[in-house]
């Protein structure tokens, strides 16, 4: 089994503060995708990563995939409250029949005015 | 679209009690998964169908069956709820095997 570690588990911050969240793992992924969940209501995808060193922007959120594929990591600039919720990382293993998307532990975000 | 839709959202169960938590989603995906979300924790992976007719076991699927009868639908059964099972669930769909669109959840409380 995959495992994937995110840090921190819990990070509080106020409004106007940056952040850099966390994503680990020793195995290899072929995409590795970060998904927002708000209280009450199931994950919904950010992006995807695919190429090992590949950085995305989703306006004040960078994501960044390891060289190795191993790693990611999500920056986020000017934190406001809106970004308050549950990022999870998922790592994605293409092995044909078996391929399955693995969940990290998730890092719970609070930004407070 | 409606996307993934799960019924009941909350449902509170004896010890012992059998339940099916429905899940229906409109995009036409192959592939459909049942996760456990227990509080302050990731998703894990109970069981999962890449397409009607086929399942296939996950991280956690003892305490539960599924059936892919349609492309549409992909009922979880608990056919004994016990306590360790109090946790929400998340149906989801994705049309390949990377990226997953999710309900909105299913909170079980076993008591």
């Known amino acids: 089994t995959q495992l994937l570690e995110q840090s921190p588990q819990f990070l509080s911050i106020q409004e106007g503060e940056n952040l850099t969240v966390y994503c680990n793992s020793s195995?290899?992924?072929?995409?590795l995708q970060w998904y927002r969940q708000e209280p009450g209501e199931g994950p919904v995808l950010l992006v995807t990563?695919?190429?090992?060193?590949e950085v995305k922007k989703l306006k004040r959120l960078t994501f960044q995939f390891g060289d190795a594929r191993k790693d990611s990591s999500l920056h986020i600039t000017a934190a406001q409250p809106g970004d308050t919720g549950l990022y999870l990382c998922?790592?994605?293993?293409?092995?044909?029949?078996?391929?399955?998307?693995?969940f990290g532990t998730g890092t719970r975000l609070q930004v407070t005015l | 679209n409606a996307g993934v839709t799960q019924t009941p959202k909350f449902r509170i169960l004896k010890i012992g009690q059998s339940m099916t938590l429905q899940c229906t989603q409109d995009?036409?995906?192959?592939?459909m998964y049942w996760y456990r979300q227990d509080p302050g924790m990731g998703l894990k992976l109970i069981y999962y169908?890449?397409?009607?007719?086929?399942?296939d076991k996950g991280e956690v699927p003892n305490g539960y069956n599924v059936s892919r009868s349609t492309t549409e639908d992909f009922p979880l059964r608990l056919e004994l709820a016990a306590p360790s099972q109090t946790s929400v669930y998340f149906c989801?769909?994705?049309?390949?095997?990377?990226?997953?669109?999710f309900g909105p959840g299913t909170r079980l409380t076993v008591t």
């Open positions: 989801a769909s994705s049309y390949s095997r990377g990226e997953q669109y």
């Open positions: 169908s890449v397409g009607a007719g086929i399942t």
């Open positions: 990563v695919v190429t090992g060193g």
């Open positions: 995009m036409n995906h192959n592939y």
């Open positions: 195995s290899v992924f072929s995409s």
């Open positions: 998922a790592g994605f293993l293409n092995t044909g029949t078996a391929s399955k998307l693995t």
